[in-house]
């Protein structure tokens, strides 16, 4: 079945980076389109970012210019870029297929907790 797994989390510094992982099983990244939403504290889910079959990408105003999504085919994974990170990109960060803000009714995994903060 379809199972999606979060990784690359973790406690950064302002201006600071990180990359989070998505490992997919139960079907290909390369046959769908995948994107990532975010949860920030408080708030609801927020589509941040999603890449086309056809490798078309997209990404929400706040994040654009600082975070870049991929995906690597063979290893069947997806990955987020989160650089020039701010204190409100503090979040749990979820992989789902799909594009654009439809995404989030979708399936996601367990998330991966992103904490910004000096």
């Known amino acids: 079945q379809v199972q999606l797994v979060e990784s690359g989390g973790g406690l950064v510094q302002p201006g600071g980076s990180l990359r989070l992982s998505c490992a997919a099983s139960?079907?290909?990244?390369?046959?769908?389109?995948m994107s990532w939403v975010r949860q920030q504290p408080g708030k609801g889910l927020q589509w941040i970012s999603s890449?086309?079959?056809?490798?078309?990408?997209a990404y929400t105003e706040s994040v654009r210019g600082r975070f870049t999504i991929s995906r690597d085919n063979a290893k069947n994974m997806l990955y987020l870029q989160l650089d020039s990170l701010k204190t409100e990109d503090t979040a749990v960060y979820y992989c789902?297929?799909?594009?654009?803000?439809?995404?989030?009714?979708?399936?996601r995994g367990q998330g991966t907790q992103v904490t910004v903060s000096s």
């Open positions: 789902t297929r799909g594009y654009g803000a439809a995404a989030t009714a979708n399936k």
């Open positions: 139960g079907f290909s990244v390369s046959d769908v389109a």
């Open positions: 890449l086309g079959r056809a490798g078309a990408t």
